[in-house]
């Protein structure tokens, strides 16, 4: 039992890092088009990103997981590692869809030189933004639906307090 109890939160850790790389995907496309919309290289703005996140850990802010992976990805290319590795390692590490599909467009582009690479992200940037106010109404209609049992119970206790004294005082 307590091996499945611990696979069964090592199994839930997972998914909540996974959650949480998804929700900053958008965040880390709107980025990357950012910077490669200013003149930036494919891989000067993936540095960028990594260095930007840096800086900011510095100042204590929040450790997120993608943008340690990406940092990751960074220092590989920085020590001197082959680039198209660098951004495979990134999606396989990530193991998230989103993130193995980014790898794989920055790996088309390097291989290839896609001229559609700001528009492939833009694309993406776009679904990927519809896919996380979708996620945000369902997370907002489950609160909703777990807040619905309490509110029960406290309508339950404001009907018991009218109507313990409107009893009491019929019988006087």
Request: with cysteine.
């Amino acid at each position: 039992a307590v091996f499945f109890f611990k696979d069964r939160d090592l199994h839930d850790q997972v998914e909540k890092k996974k959650n949480e790389e998804r929700r900053t995907y958008p965040e880390i496309l709107q980025k990357m088009i950012l910077y490669l919309e200013a003149g930036l290289t494919v891989r000067t703005a993936f540095c960028h990103i990594a260095d930007d996140y840096e800086r900011d850990r510095e100042r204590g802010e929040k450790k997120q997981e993608a943008y340690e992976q990406i940092l990751m990805a960074a220092r590989e290319i920085h020590l001197g590692g082959p680039e198209g590795i660098a951004y495979e390692n990134f999606g396989k590490r990530t193991g998230v869809r989103e993130y193995i599909r980014l790898s794989t467009s920055l790996i088309q582009n390097l291989k290839k030189g896609s001229s559609m690479l700001l528009q492939q992200l833009k694309e993406e940037a776009r679904s990927a933004e519809e896919i996380r106010m979708q996620n945000a109404r369902k997370l907002s209609e489950e609160a909703s639906t777990k807040l619905l049992l309490p509110m029960i119970m406290l309508l339950l206790i404001v009907m018991i307090m009218i109507m313990v004294p409107a009893f009491s005082n019929v019988g006087v």
